[in-house]
């Protein structure tokens, strides 16, 4: 059968059907408080689905480089998790959600980050994977970050230097988690390989086999390349699902049901263990997914999609 002849699939005319709905809408912002994220076209808006079998669907602006942002985050925890083992992460950074925005200083009585998720746990986190030195770490989250998209991936330098030129905020907080021994050590490594690692290039379609990964036991499903041992992914789709939405977690989990991170780029990283990923992003402000993102996740939540007769297989 050719391409021509070959019926149309039920899920990407689904989400042909949600970007054209969506995509009209100019609420919101983009960040600014990192002056380069500033230059980002509000109209920027894609969605993408990898299946654990590889099948891509996607539309709209997929392709449009951005940085990952916080959506690193749990990738990175899943590194720190390999690296140094659970007991010595959990005993840096603990797994309860904060109900804080991203950037709260939450943590419990001893010092510790509530949660790997907020800017506090994340720069521990990254603290905790291999390596002494700034390139050392950065180098070991590039490298699995690229497993983990099933390309090579490269770091926006501009980005990394104006991250590490205004985050004033987060310096203060990597001496403080110093000063409760979370750091044993000059903290700037660390803070600085957390910059560049949030300033990492990716489009929607890596992020979707980001996700498909973690859905896929930490194989990626094009490559086959294993990203992450597979009996630490439940642990990193656990601190997703509780704090991946931040303050937000509990009604993300509630209405939506799925594992999820955002990030001040713009994207959404939603994952369905065992089946699919679905990323949507459009830039919007810090700390809250984005209005078309939001508005795409919140139609979804009500809508079943396809009948059950014009599902395809997952």
Not at 257 to 284: C, E, F, H, N, W
Not at 287 to 306: H, I, L, M, T, V
């Amino acid at each position: 059968m050719s391409a021509a002849s070959r019926p149309a699939s039920p899920i990407q005319s689904y989400l042909e059907e949600l970007h054209a709905k969506y995509q009209p809408l100019r609420e919101g912002a983009v960040a600014t408080y990192i002056p380069e994220l500033g230059k980002a076209d509000p109209d920027w808006f894609g969605i993408c689905v990898v299946t654990c079998d590889g099948q891509v669907y996607e539309v709209g602006d997929t392709r449009q480089l951005f940085t990952i942002q916080s959506i690193s985050k749990p990738l990175t925890y899943g590194i720190a998790l390999q690296d140094s083992g659970k007991e010595t992460v959990l005993s840096k950074v603990w797994m309860e959600p904060s109900g804080e925005p991203f950037n709260s200083i939450s943590l419990d009585p001893s010092g510790r980050p509530l949660n790997p998720m907020i800017n506090a746990g994340a720069i521990a986190t990254t603290g905790l994977v291999e390596g002494k030195t700034t390139r050392q770490k950065v180098n070991r989250i590039l490298d699995t970050f690229s497993r983990y998209a099933g390309r090579q991936l490269t770091i926006d330098q501009e980005v990394s230097r104006s991250e590490s030129e205004t985050g004033h905020r987060n310096r203060a907080i990597a001496y403080m988690l110093r000063n409760f021994d979370i750091f044993t050590e000059d903290p700037m490594p660390s803070l600085e390989a957390y910059f560049q690692q949030c300033s990492i290039l990716i489009n929607c379609r890596d992020l979707a086999f980001m996700g498909a990964t973690l859905a896929n036991d930490g194989v990626n499903p094009l490559t086959g390349q294993r990203a992450i041992i597979g009996d630490y992914v439940e642990s990193v789709l656990s601190v997703m699902a509780s704090s991946g939405m931040y303050d937000a977690a509990g009604e993300w989990l509630y209405n939506v049901g799925m594992p999820a991170k955002s990030g001040v780029g713009g994207g959404i990283l939603a994952v369905l263990p065992g089946q699919l990923a679905v990323p949507t992003r459009r830039p919007g402000p810090p700390g809250a997914p984005s209005r078309r993102g939001r508005g795409y996740w919140r139609w979804r939540e009500k809508d079943a999609g396809p009948s059950e007769e014009d599902q395809v297989p997952l």
